[in-house]
């Protein structure tokens, strides 16, 4: 499952939004559509973690990107 995760310059997780579970075989890619809900996230500077996560426990599996700096 496709995790969006975004966090303050302190690393508080603000929200995560993720994506119906896919399965890729090798060398296979995909492009998903993460549409986090931001109505409770003020304006400003934060950062988000893109990651595959296993969808019966949530928890992070393989790479993703980290940390990428981004202004809502």
Excluded: C
């Amino acid at each position: 499952m496709p995790l969006l995760v975004i966090t303050n310059e302190h690393g508080l997780e603000l929200n995560e939004t993720v994506a119906p579970a896919l399965t890729l075989g090798p060398g296979e890619s995909s492009t998903v559509r993460l549409r986090p809900r931001l109505d409770k996230v003020a304006p400003g500077s934060y950062f988000v973690s893109v990651l595959p996560s296993h969808p019966a426990t949530g928890r992070p599996v393989g790479l993703g990107q980290y940390h990428v700096e981004t202004r809502l």
